[in-house]
Structures are given as structure tokens and as C-alpha cells.
């Protein structure tokens, strides 16, 4: 199980991981499915995480879901968390997780390792907290 601060850009099924909802958002139709994008955390780190089709009904944020087999890449210009056609999720509690929301390792510009090209290595921090779920303050 690796935690969410030890995620790093890759086009492998490969992340298993646990994390808390921490904010959902609005449900949109992309090519016919349903999509929706969330913040989610554990103790180390937060994510944007996207669900599709009828993840996007069944999970609410306070849920605590086990992820396996998950991919955490660029899609659409956009670094986030999801299962995959392979991935799994399960949710396997609710609210009594203990999370922070920075560093988010999707406001992190990442770069290609000069010496290894199949591996992304953190260049620098967009923003220490999530641009499409800002604090509230």
C-alpha cells in the first residue's frame, strides 16, 4: 500500500492505495458517461481523484475507499488519481480518517527524470492547495 505523498505520474495500473472523500464534485457527461472529480487525502497528502459512470452515484464524500490496481497520469492537461478499466474501488469505512490536504500532488508540475524516461520526478508547486477545491476560509 503506498500513501498518497509517494505518488508519482505513470501510464501503469499500479497504485494501491486508501483515502478519505474530502469534497466531490458536480456530476458532468463526458462522451456519453458520467464523470465527476474529487479531492481526496490521506495523512501524507490530498489528490484530485475522478470517478466515472456509477462511481460517481455510489461514493460520497466521508467515504473511505481502498483503491487497487489505480493509475495517477495527466488527462486532459489534468494530473489525477482514478481506477482505470482495470483499477478497483471499495469503500471500506467512513469519516474516521485521519487526512491532510497539502501538499496536493496534482498542483505539482512534474518533469521527465533526465535519467530514467519512463519516470516523472516533482519540478516544482503550482499551488500548496487545490485549485479546483479551494480552502474555505
Keep these: 500500500m503506498i500513501v498518497l505523498k509517494d505518488i508519482v505520474p505513470a501510464a501503469q495500473n499500479n497504485i494501491d ?36 459512470g456509477d462511481e460517481c452515484d455510489y461514493f460520497d464524500s466521508g467515504d473511505i475507499i481502498s483503491l487497487t490496481s489505480g493509475i495517477f497520469s495527466y488527462q486532459r492537461g489534468n494530473l489525477i ?30 518533469i521527465p527524470d533526465t535519467s530514467n524516461s519512463n519516470k516523472y520526478i516533482q519540478e516544482h508547486v503550482i499551488s500548496p492547495h487545490s485549485c479546483l477545491f479551494p480552502p474555505i476560509l
Design 17 to 52: 492505495t486508501r483515502f478519505i472523500i474530502l469534497e466531490k464534485g458536480k456530476t458532468t457527461l463526458e462522451r456519453g458517461n458520467k464523470m465527476c472529480l474529487a479531492l481526496v487525502a490521506d495523512e501524507t497528502a490530498s489528490v484530485h481523484f475522478q470517478f466515472w
Design 81 to 110: 488519481l482514478r481506477a482505470g478499466k482495470r483499477g478497483k474501488l471499495q469503500k471500506i469505512g467512513e469519516f474516521t480518517m485521519s487526512y491532510v490536504e497539502t501538499p496536493n500532488m496534482s498542483e505539482i508540475h512534474w
